[in-house]
């Protein structure tokens, strides 16, 4: 976060007894400029691996002092509510996280291993979108066809939401 002056590091750069908050911080400004939507967090006996995968990358490991594990994984649980939700497999949870201007919706799970949790990071930057149709058409090329063929369809619901009034003719 710049503005309060906040500035990642890289994850190799950081001290073996670097806060949990910190960590997290690195290893998100890591991601976010890879394009990597998931990141994976698994205790080995040895280290802590890290991974970051997507559709468009290559599956990149970074290894971390296996100390930090504890601290991080508490730290998600905490932001995401896992910890709220009792025990159940796998657990899942969701927070925001506040990058360069952007709001990231990042969606955790966890799912027990045999040297700790093994958690997945999901990072979505979340857009909402305040524009015309033929404004978001050219972004959303399918939007109109999809909401068509829902419409058409008559199975389950489908719910319209706007901030202005609007005219709906029978």
């Known amino acids: 976060d710049r503005r309060r002056r906040l500035r990642p590091v890289l994850p190799e750069m950081l001290r073996d007894d670097a806060p949990a908050a910190d960590r997290l911080r690195a290893l998100a400004a890591e991601a976010i400029p890879r394009g990597a939507p998931r990141?994976?967090?698994?205790?080995?006996?040895?280290?802590?691996?890290?991974?970051?995968?997507?559709?468009?990358?290559?599956?990149?490991?970074?290894?971390?002092?296996?100390?930090?594990?504890?601290?991080?994984?508490?730290?998600?649980?905490?932001?995401?509510?896992?910890?709220?939700?009792?025990?159940?497999?796998?657990?899942?949870?969701?927070?925001?996280?506040?990058?360069?201007?952007?709001?990231?919706?990042?969606?955790?799970?966890?799912?027990?291993?045999?040297e700790g949790d093994s958690l997945t990071l999901d990072l979505r930057d979340e857009r909402v979108a305040q524009a015309s149709r033929d404004e978001l058409e050219p972004a959303l090329p399918d939007l109109a066809r999809a909401v068509d063929r829902l419409s058409e369809s008559a199975h389950g619901l489908l719910i319209v939401a706007g901030s202005d009034a609007v005219e709906v003719g029978a």
């Open 39 to 114: 990141v994976r967090i698994e205790p080995r006996r040895e280290a802590m691996r890290v991974t970051y995968s997507g559709r468009r990358l290559d599956d990149h490991d970074v290894e971390q002092p296996r100390g930090a594990y504890v601290g991080l994984a508490r730290l998600l649980e905490g932001l995401s509510g896992m910890a709220s939700r009792g025990r159940v497999v796998p657990r899942e949870g969701r927070f925001l996280l506040h990058a360069d201007g952007r709001r990231i919706a990042v969606s955790v799970s966890a799912m027990p291993g045999l």
